[in-house]
């Protein structure tokens, strides 16, 4: 019985490893509908420190919708949805954001999911894009638990030669 339990233990120990590794990924409701955003006062590129109105329907009534503004993502603006499920809101963009292209979305629930409007805008000020982040983002696992796993692996298999060479010998 004892024998058992030990034989037992580096599967386990390899199942716990395994499980430190594994990452988990947070989806959106789906499915992801997506519609364009309506500007109706724009006529060429946006200002920063300027406001802007937008607008776009298609949402649940009284959905939140929130208003971002995506190269490097900033939130201007949440609103709710009317009873017809329209939104519109006036949002500002900050004095300091970087020229360039950039796309404005408006995201909320829908009858069928989740509802995402955007619209491609130009922000003026040259050709300045603003500066380079400083680190690449992150889009893997830590270093740490993948040595982690492979440490406890190789417990593991160490376990099992060892435990193998006692009772061969006996």
């Known amino acids: 019985m004892k024998q058992i339990k ?4 580096p599967i386990l120990v390899a199942f716990f490893a395994c499980l430190l590794s594994v990452n988990i990924a947070y989806a959106q409701d789906y ?20 406001s802007i109105t937008i607008s776009g329907g298609g949402f649940s009534p009284g959905a939140d ?31 300091d ?3 360039g292209d950039h796309t404005l979305s ?14 491609p805008v130009e922000v003026a000020g040259g050709d300045d894009l603003g500066e380079a ?3 690449l983002a992150f889009t893997g696992s830590s270093l740490v638990q993948a040595l982690l796993a492979a440490g406890a692996i190789a417990a593991g298999g160490l ?10 010998t006996v």
């Open 97 to 99: 954001f970087p020229a």
């Open 159 to 168: 376990f099992l030669v060892r435990l193998s060479r006692r009772t061969s």
């Open 6 to 9: 030990l034989k037992l233990l």
């Open 133 to 135: 982040p400083d680190a």
């Open 65 to 95: 919708v929130t208003v971002v503004i995506r190269s490097e993502p900033l939130e201007l603006g949440t609103t709710t949805a009317d009873a017809t499920g329209f939104m519109s809101i006036e949002v500002t963009l900050p004095e």
């Open 106 to 119: 408006a995201t909320g629930f829908s009858p069928d999911g989740t509802l995402v409007l955007s619209l």
């Open 31 to 50: 499915p992801v509908v997506t519609g364009d955003l309506e500007v109706p006062d724009l006529s060429g590129p946006i200002e920063p420190g300027s």
